[in-house]
């Protein structure tokens, strides 16, 4: 769970390599590896046991993708039928626990909106594509399905969260697996994060985000949510699962000044009391894993990433298991990969730094293991290269861990060098297999991956010490002294040092070689931003519940003026003067983590100064490569640039069909254009120019009532509107008073804006309903608070010039304009959901009869389009020609926050209103 919270930009997938230079071999390192046997789809990996203990599946590439296959638990291998098709990599499956299925999620391209698929492996396959029937459990097209429990009392139900309501909360559903109804179990209006069930699929507990970026968990009692624990943004809480009786909770935390690593604590939910179950034996690191028995459901086993993996059994099953596995099978990590539901048989794995993964077939009635499959059989394990644990002494004495890899069969002396940063930045590395760190030290680099402070697992500590430390901060220095360790220790050539990482590790890679240019010959960012400003504000909107414990007291906060000032000094955009070093820069053209704007910015900057740079571009991938064949050409396109710049090996040979996919994802930085949305010039000028002139005397007192139909996320939903305009004071200050009562199926709100009678400037909004809003506006500022379901957050926005406000009351501005042929003009509005400033530009684009229930009128016809890149907002309204300008009917792009879609308004009533 917390990896769920904190590991929000984590590396999506790994790079793939295979690089092709004609640098000669050097004789004493091992033979060159071929690419495909480190970035190719491995023949056969991830197995799961069917519940019943009557199968097995695994993941095996069909038509060109890996998908999912299934064989009799007994049946070799070759009698496997696949279950899938897909185009995309299947990256994540299971069985449910009656063995009726194979669930697994597929996105579209890498855009993370992933949909969850059932299949019948007892269903014949169909012959246009050699499998069964997958059917969408949750069909709705721009949602994201997140999977909290597939209950095991309830084998035919999954529970899973559906943001189609709202794009930044998912809605709890339970969902019949064969035949794919729904019902909604709890509409989140309460912003929760994450829920947990218990094996019956009853919802128990609701974890969510404090508007302090704190966290807490909370009971959930009928419809109700009860707090039970809480911790502050600089500490770490997170339900690991139940005990056997599922009368208390299990949970990770930190929390309190007493400790620095996170320990495994049973609570009693009825009154949120905890009892230290463990930490660490050695001290070292922060509590790693649970794992409970599929039969008993006890806690069977605790384990720690230290240098490596440390396992601790707590059963005497556990403990019976792991001494004939350490007697059996060969030293390394350990994983249990399946379990049958009676625990008679388990999938063993065991990996190394030099060996990719063996699993074996547990049988524990007969305490016997039979070897399944190698994963990437064919890799000479004997070739590979050692990776070893070291520490390095930061700056200001922070010691730093990490993980060197040095290249095989040479002196570890003078040797061109990787640095190789994690992404994240809330994650880390371990030791283990590694298959960057493999290929290239087998083109004979040593690699260095270091787990920098904000790294986690070392203790809240360590953990916040990175707070805020970005770029210019102690986080890139931890990378900077350990090129300097290196440096130190004879191991790295201070001339040939390249800095490689993807997500936060494309970041650090900007940053190093813009802050600290003199450090590294060349670099590779890979789907990095190059913009902290315009990195945070294109989060997707589902990662709302979670910004503010970490990005915004993590790293910034861009409506703060002050954090928005610091977001600008480190982001390496601004300092693309700095870069001298040859650069290729990689993403994914679907990333919605990490927008292709941030890699296409930092591309056309660099072409534009005259800087050496190489561009590649996956058109069907998001925050990171899996297909095969992208995995590839960048291997060759990554090889060959770090052979010419650094002078290491590459693999000469690449086949045609290789080679021409790695053309097709090259792109010629002259051909990149940076969008500017209506051009730099009009945004700059749209957010501190004067607003448009409304003249207030035109307004009139009026009655009105509208229709407003949205459709958003496959759902239609009907509002009606009823809004009176009249003459009003705040305080001694005239303004006109415009009250809208909204009526939906959701109920009734009402909200009042209060504007100046004379400029339609803002003076105050109140909403009551379900949800309650109290904004006060002034030239400078906006200010006020949120509340729905006891909760509350306050609004502060300092503003660089005044704005319109939004609904009723931008509607009467536009009455008030002084509307012509050609009128056009730049205005900002205040957007209460985003609690943005949003810098638009409003034209007249002609003129039309139109007709609505209310009578036909003569309109211009109006185009509101923003100027911030973001298009919702986009919007056409039609105002009858004489003024007061009603608004007669209006279509407009909903924000993500509203759950995107549209919204459409027409005027079934007037009173007292001049047409």
């Avoid at 993941?59 to 296959?69: E, L």
Wanted: with cysteine; net charge neutral.
């Amino acid at each position: 769970m917390k990896r769920t919270l904190l590991v929000l930009l984590t590396l999506a997938a790994a790079v793939a390599g295979a690089l092709g230079s004609g640098v000669p071999a050097r004789a004493d390192l091992p033979p060159l590896i071929d690419r495909a046997l480190i970035y190719g789809d491995p023949d056969i990996s991830t197995a799961r046991l069917s519940p019943d203990g009557l199968h097995m599946s695994f993941i095996k590439p069909y038509k060109n993708a890996r998908n999912i296959w299934v064989k009799g638990l007994d049946e070799p291998f070759s009698a496997a039928r696949p279950l899938s098709a897909d185009s995309r990599p299947v990256t994540a499956y299971f069985w449910s626990h009656d063995s009726k299925y194979v669930l697994y999620a597929q996105d579209k391209g890498g855009n993370e909106n992933f949909h969850v698929y059932a299949v019948d492996p007892s269903a014949a396959a169909d012959p246009a594509t050699g499998v069964p029937a997958a059917r969408d459990l949750t069909p709705l097209e721009n949602v994201r399905a997140l999977i909290f429990a597939v209950p095991e009392d309830q084998p035919d139900v999954m529970i899973v969260g559906l943001n189609d309501r709202d794009a930044a909360y998912h809605d709890v559903y339970r969902v019949k697996i064969a035949s794919g109804n729904r019902e909604l179990m709890f509409k989140n209006t309460e912003k929760v994060g994450f829920w947990m069930c218990d094996r019956a699929g009853k919802l128990r507990f609701a974890f969510r985000e404090k508007e302090d970026g704190g966290n807490e968990l909370l009971r959930v009692d009928g419809d109700k949510l009860v707090r039970i624990y809480e911790t502050t943004y600089l500490e770490e809480a997170s339900p690991v699962g139940f005990d056997k009786d599922e009368k208390r909770l299990y949970i990770e935390t930190n929390k309190g000044d007493d400790g620095d690593l996170t320990r495994l604590e049973l609570m009693d939910p009825a009154t949120g009391s905890t009892e230290v179950v463990e930490s660490d034996p050695e001290k070292q690191v922060d509590f790693g894993e649970a794992v409970f028995d599929d039969q008993t459901h006890e806690l069977m086993a605790t384990a720690y990433i230290g240098d490596r993996v440390r396992i601790y059994p707590k059963t005497e099953r556990c403990k019976k298991d792991l001494e004939r596995i350490r007697k059996a099978l060969p030293a390394g990590n350990l994983g249990l990969g399946s379990s049958t539901r009676d625990m008679h048989y388990s999938l063993i794995s065991v990996s190394s730094d030099v060996e990719p993964g063996a699993t074996y077939l547990y049988d524990r009635e007969k305490g016997t293991f039979k070897l399944q499959y190698r994963i990437r059989e064919k890799l000479d394990r004997k070739q590979l290269a050692a990776m070893t644990p070291i520490r390095y002494r930061a700056r200001d004495g922070m010691m730093i861990p990490a993980y060197l890899t040095l290249p095989k069969g040479v002196p570890a002396k003078n040797l061109p060098v990787v640095i190789n940063p994690h992404g994240g930045p809330w994650a880390r590395d371990q030791w283990g297999y590694n298959p960057d760190a493999q290929f290239l030290a087998n083109r004979g680099y040593a690699v260095l991956q270091p787990n920098f402070r904000s790294s986690t697992g070392y203790g809240k500590k360590f953990l916040n010490a990175g707070n805020k430390q970005w770029g210019t901060g102690a986080m890139q220095n931890d990378l900077t002294d350990g090129v300097k360790h290196l440096i130190d220790q004879g191991i790295a050539d201070p001339k040939r040092v390249a800095i490689y990482g993807g997500s936060y590790g494309g970041y650090a890679t900007l940053a190093g070689v813009t802050f600290t240019p003199e450090l590294y010959a060349c670099a590779i960012p890979y789907v990095a931003p190059s913009s902290l400003i315009t990195l945070i504000e294109s989060f997707p909107a589902y990662w709302k519940p979670f910004l503010k414990g970490s990005w915004y007291l993590r790293v910034g906060d861009p409506a703060d003026p002050n954090d928005r000032k610091d977001l600008e000094a480190r982001s390496p955009l601004n300092f693309i003067d700095r870069i001298n070093v040859p650069m290729l820069v990689v993403h994914g053209a679907n990333d919605p983590r990490v927008k292709k704007a941030e890699s296409e910015a930092i591309v056309a900057a660099l072409r534009d100064k005259g800087r050496a740079v190489e561009y590649l571009v996956a058109p069907d991938e998001g925050h990171g490569f899996r297909a095969p064949e992208n995995r590839m050409a960048l291997a060759v396109s990554m090889e060959r640039f770090l052979a010419k710049h650094l002078g290491g090996r590459a693999q000469q040979d690449v086949p045609a069909e290789l080679a021409s996919h790695l053309a097709e994802i090259t792109v010629d930085p002259a051909t990149v254009k940076v969008d500017k949305g209506a051009g730099a010039e009009a945004l700059a000028q749209a957010k501190t120019a004067p607003l448009p002139a409304a003249d207030g005397n035109l307004v009139k007192p009026a009655t009105l009532d509208y229709a407003q139909h949205i459709e958003t996320g496959g759902r239609s939903i009907d509002i009606t509107v009823h809004r009176t305009i009249e003459e009003a004071k705040q305080g001694d200050r005239p303004c006109w008073r415009l009250t809208e009562a909204a009526t939906s199926p959701m109920g009734t709100s009402t909200t009042v804006y209060d504007v100046d009678r004379g400029s339609l400037g803002p003076i105050q909004c109140q909403v009551s309903g379900r949800a309650t809003i109290k904004i006060s506006y002034s030239p400078t500022s906006i200010s006020g608070e949120m509340g729905m379901g006891g909760q509350t957050m306050p609004i502060s926005q300092n503003l660089d010039a005044p704005v319109f406000a939004a609904g009723a009351a931008f509607d009467a501005v536009l009455s008030a304009l002084p509307l012509t042929d050609g009128y056009q003009a730049s205005y900002r509005i205040f957007e209460i959901t985003s609690q943005k400033v949003r810098p638009m530009r409003l034209k007249v684009s002609g003129t039309e009869k139109v007709s609505v229930k209310a009578g036909s009128f003569d309109t211009w016809v109006l185009q509101a389009e923003p100027l911030d890149g973001d298009d919702a907002g986009t919007a056409t309204y039609h105002v009858t020609r004489d003024a007061p300008h009603q608004m007669i009917s209006a279509s407009g792009k909903l924000p993500a926050a509203m759950g995107g879609g549209t919204l459409k308004t027409e005027l079934v009533s007037v009173a007292s209103a001049s047409r």
